[in-house]
């Protein structure tokens, strides 16, 4: 149900900030996107200034909407993005079970963006006092800086798509804070690459604290360098690809598939050098005391119960013996007998994601090309026990002609696929997708009653619930 104007109304979160010109700034982006739209836009903030998101949720419900779509706006996928707004949100969702919530995903590498960034760069060019070549002038993408890889990812991702055809020498990227490089390392290298000019590119959204000292760290680097002319584009602000991405961004989150970010998610992935933030809660960077359950195990699994688990039905959290295997008259598995639709001792539907642990511990992950090249025979035993395995529980093709270290499962549909990644991940076991084929790990080293039957075992378990829930 929405507003009797026939729109929901549109949260916009920021993160907050105490400066004033950076708030009239965002107010600005904030009237732009409601004159766009035509619907009601609700401007809040994570941190430094009101109204946070809970009083923000509350004044939409007092004005009638029982409909909300929440945008995070922010370039990158952190912890603001994956734990705090979700976990405000989710409480939202407590106080208030009619109100139909819609979590958008931020900004992210947009082409609208990239475009509105080659704007900012070409402008700066243009007023340059000097006429140095493009291929003499490097560019350097300055981000904001997380302890996220993820958020950090998306600025070298974002850093190629704006040098590529450029014409310029060089792009390097680097960060305000809180990571490396900061903005004098990245203005040396630069330097040190043979650039006779260097343009830094703050790749923010608004004007603020952070850009002001970013502007005073270019400053100190030109009383160093003062034979090489660097200069500043502009941050991204009020540009029309900034409102363009926004407005995808919505649309997405009310009539499409938006779906978080999460392939190299540090809380779900043991990402090298972050092993300790693997499967906790996240508090913010900036400790502004939202704590709460990351969003796989929040908002993200409401998606991926069953509804009559969502509906109250008692389900044992407590974790379930393992299912014994069990053998055919030729002595080989007979995976489709494992586990029995009424089998009151392992029936898949008190299995753990109803309210247990995942089924593995950790992240069962695909073996490298080059562990499968030393044992092709053994890799090919357990291709063909885990092909086996995945057609027996679910009847479906199964592709296993793969890059080396994966096995292909192919769903009925994209919908299917999508679903059943999303319910596989959960029980720590690596999946990718292509169209509607699944990607699950293999290796020689595989055992029969380990990680062999880990994965047949995540399948089996997700595939019942989307035949015999969710599909109903």
Known sequence: MTHPSGQPALLLIGHGTDDPAGLEEYYQMATLVGERLNTFVQPCFLELADPPIAQAVDDCVRSGYRCIVALPLLL??????????????????????????????PLGVQYALVRALAERVEAAYAAAPASIPRDKTALALIGRGSSDPDSNSDVARMARLLWEGSGFGWIEYGFYSI?????????????????????????????????????LQV?????????????????LGLHDGVLAAILQRYDEALH??????CDVCKYRRLMPGFEDDYGHPQESDHHHGLRGAHHHTASALDAILPPRYRNGKPVSAAPMSAAPLVYDEDGRVAWDRVWGRDDPNNPFCELAL?????????????????AVAADPAGYARVIDELARGLRMVTGLPVVTECAPGWIGLVCDSEEMALWLLRAIVVENVSVRREGRTLFLPAGPHFRLEEEIKNVVTAVAKTHHYWKEHVQR
């Open 76 to 105: 990158g996928a952190a912890g603001h993005q994956k734990n705090d707004i979700p976990v405000a949100l989710n409480e939202a969702r407590r106080r208030y079970p009619d109100l139909d919530i819609r979590y958008g995903a």
């Open 179 to 215: 990571t490396r490089p900061d903005v004098a390392t990245t203005i040396r290298h630069c330097m040190a690459l043979g650039a006779e000019q260097i343009i830094v590119v703050p790749y923010l959204l608004f004007t603020g604290r952070i850009l002001q000292r970013t502007t």
């Open 219 to 235: 400053e100190t680097a030109r009383q160093q360098h003062p034979a090489i002319p660097i200069l500043m584009a502009e941050h």
């Open 256 to 261: 499409g598939v938006a779906a978080v970010n």
């Open 354 to 370: 109803a309210g247990g642990p995942p089924h593995r511990g950790t992240l069962l992950e695909p073996v490298p090309p080059e």
